[in-house]
Antibody, heavy 122, light 107 residues
């Protein structure tokens, strides 16, 4: 059974740093495209970052230069290092797997974690 | 960046009625569009991918259509568990974007 479990959220002051983790089971993180998506309280979904199986990484303009996505293949875990945090980064952060329909990765997310809340406030 | 605009923002219907949700892209996304359902306190669930294909385990009352810039999610006969927020999503040039969502509420 595929499972994604995020940890690492909490209350952090503006300008601070936080690292989120997403432990995966039931599949291999390094063989899949993996992403982070966030949702501010009462708002819609916002894509944050993706890491491809080959290691390429991409970011939303709103986090570029401040956030870094990575993975630890030995732990089958995805990470999001968040630096220079701002109030507008307050959100529930979900990790999500990019679906495969056939051999190639698709453009969509088929499995999601339960999310971890990050609150940036003084 | 491709912008997805969903309408209406809120749709009020009764169980058993037909729901029609719209998603318009600022430029063509071909058929590379998905729909998700999100209930309060839960993660989104993939319903439809490639505009018209139902994801695994999704009931047949959910259907998607469209291509290019105009897409529709139809729920043929609403069940009580279908009242939720629905998002469309696309990927272009390694950037993924979501629509702002349509809230489907009980009338």
């Amino acid at each position: 059974e595929v499972q994604l479990v995020e940890t690492g959220g909490g209350l952090i002051q503006p300008g601070g740093s936080l690292r989120l983790s997403c432990a995966a089971s039931g599949f291999t993180v390094s063989s899949n495209y993996m992403s982070w998506v966030r949702q501010a309280p009462g708002k819609g979904l916002e894509w944050v970052s993706v890491i491809y199986s080959g290691g390429s990484t991409y970011y939303a303009d709103s986090v570029k230069g401040r956030f870094t996505i990575s993975r630890d293949n030995s732990k089958n875990t995805l990470y999001l290092q968040m630096n220079s945090l701002r109030a507008e980064d307050t959100a529930v952060y979900y990790c999500a797997r990019v679906a495969r329909f056939g051999e190639q990765p698709s453009y969509y997310f088929d499995y999601w974690g339960q999310g971890t809340l990050v609150t940036v406030s003084s | 960046e491709i912008v997805l605009t969903q309408s209406p923002a809120t749709l009020s219907l009764s169980p058993g009625e037909r729901a029609t949700l719209s998603c318009r892209a600022s430029q063509s996304v071909s058929s590379y569009l998905a729909w998700y359902q999100q209930k309060p306190g839960q993660a989104p669930r993939l319903l439809i991918y490639d505009a018209s294909n139902r994801a695994t385990g999704i009931p047949a009352r959910f259907s998607g259509s469209g291509s290019g810039t105009d897409f529709t999610l139809t729920i043929s006969s609403l069940e009580p568990e279908d009242f939720a927020v629905y998002y469309c999503q696309q990927r272009s040039n390694w950037q993924y974007t979501f629509g702002q969502g349509t809230k489907l509420e009980i009338k």
